[in-house]
């Protein structure tokens, strides 16, 4: 077995900093939206209903301020979008790789942007830009119900006073709601999508390196005790086992804040009794 060479700070600690981040500039984004929500509900609180002139004004005032926001907001986030696709990714592909080559010794000269490097580093980009801007998305169709909401509840004079905590609660412009409706806090959400996919990049790049610079098929796999290769209660279990490139490829993490890494194995190059997934 080839022993692992340490250079440095170890790929985990690296990549850490993309995540802390990452997490923060997405998080800070949000904080307009969730700032303004709460803005547009203090002043509201403010605006008594029955006044037409004073609630009309006041209404308008705040309407304007909100939607302000939300265009800063937008802006925001989709420049952490933008930028976190096209520089921050490519570079954790990057560290991917030097870190595999490292792992054998050798030189960091060996990774260039080929083709095929581009083409994964692009394709996982897309992904998770599209991820990333449909939550957005999702956020301002979200904003603005919450906004419309309010704007009936500030011009409803039969109403003795206005329920910012019952808006607070049917509009929770802090969360992010998940396939199965599920919300979670924003916080949540932001560490656990940045942080999956910096750890699926750096290790579709070891693997894409093990096979492209170092030619053999065979990576070693570390991995959480217990954690399983397709998702964490899998049968299969992932830390100490021998994979084939294309099934790294296939699953480089498992889960959120997976720490699997993949280490080259060019003792067994050539070697075709191997099954994947056998235990060191």
């Known amino acids: ?20 981040s990452g997490v923060g500039r997405l998080t800070k984004a949000w904080r307009i939206l969730i700032n303004a929500q709460t803005t547009l509900l203090h002043a509201l609180t403010r605006t008594r209903p029955g006044r037409s002139g004073s609630t009309g004004t006041r209404l308008r005032t705040a309407t304007a301020a909100f939607n302000t926001a ?4 937008n802006r925001a986030a989709m420049a952490f979008a933008e930028s976190w696709a096209a520089t921050d990714l490519p570079l954790i592909y990057r560290e991917g790789a030097h870190t595999t080559l490292d792992h054998v010794d050798r030189p960091n000269r060996l990774f260039t942007w080929t083709a095929r490097h581009q083409a994964q580093v692009t394709a996982l980009s897309a992904q998770y830009y599209a991820d990333i801007t449909s939550r957005i998305q999702e956020a301002l169709r979200r904003a603005r119900a919450f906004l419309r909401a309010a704007q009936d509840a500030a011009r409803d004079t039969q109403s003795a006073r206005f329920d910012a905590v019952a808006l607070r609660r049917d509009h929770p412009l802090d ?3 998940y396939a199965n409706n599920a919300k979670h806090p924003v916080e949540a959400w932001a560490s656990a999508a940045i942080t999956w996919q910096t750890a699926t990049t750096a290790n579709t790049a070891a693997a894409r390196t093990t096979f492209d610079e170092l030619g053999t098929e065979w990576v070693e796999v570390r991995d959480g005790n217990g954690c399983g290769w397709r998702d964490h209660q899998d049968e299969d279990k992932a830390h100490r086992t021998l994979r084939t ?3 790294a490829l296939a699953h480089p993490t498992s889960h959120a804040h997976c720490i699997r890494e993949f280490l080259p194995r060019l003792d067994l190059i050539g070697r075709t009794e191997i099954r994947t997934g056998a235990p060191l």
């Open 1 to 20: 077995m080839t022993t692992p060479v340490r250079r440095g700070r170890s790929l985990r600690q690296r990549l850490l900093g993309y995540i802390t």
């Open 245 to 247: 490139v294309q099934d």
């Open 70 to 73: 939300l265009a800063t907001f």
């Open 175 to 177: 969360t992010v709601v």
